[in-house]
């Protein structure tokens, strides 16, 4: 059974940082690619980042320069550093993955930016 459980989320002021983790299991982590979602109400899940197998990390351009993904395969977590918070960021953020085909989801994780 796969499963993803996202941590970290939280209340930050604009200009500050949050680290958000997610740990998988029920998956062999170190071949599948990840990524991080958000979602605001009324509106579509935005893909933010996406971490490859080699550690190849791609970003929508909102988040460029600002966000980092990465990964530790040992630990089976994926991570997403987030500086220089906006208010705009404020969102659900989600892990996911593909595994034989079916989408995957942690549960979210609620980060809420103040101006």
């Known amino acids: 059974q796969v499963q993803l459980v996202e941590s970290g989320g939280g209340l930050v002021q604009a200009g500050g940082s949050l680290r958000l983790s997610c740990v998988a299991s029920?998956?062999?982590?170190?071949?599948?690619?990840m990524a991080w979602y958000r979602q605001t109400p009324g509106k579509q899940r935005e893909l933010v980042a996406t971490?490859?197998?080699?550690?190849?990390?791609n970003y929508v351009d909102t988040v460029k320069g600002r966000f980092t993904i990465s990964r530790d395969n040992a630990k089976n977590t994926v991570y997403l550093q987030m500086n220089t918070l906006k208010p705009e960021d404020t969102a659900v953020y989600y892990c996911?993955?593909?595994?034989?085909?079916?989408?995957?989801w942690g549960q979210g994780t609620q980060v809420t930016v103040s101006s």
């Open positions: 029920g998956i062999i982590f170190s071949i599948k690619t």
């Open positions: 996911y993955t593909k595994h034989r085909g079916f989408d995957y």
């Open positions: 971490v490859l197998l080699d550690g190849t990390a």
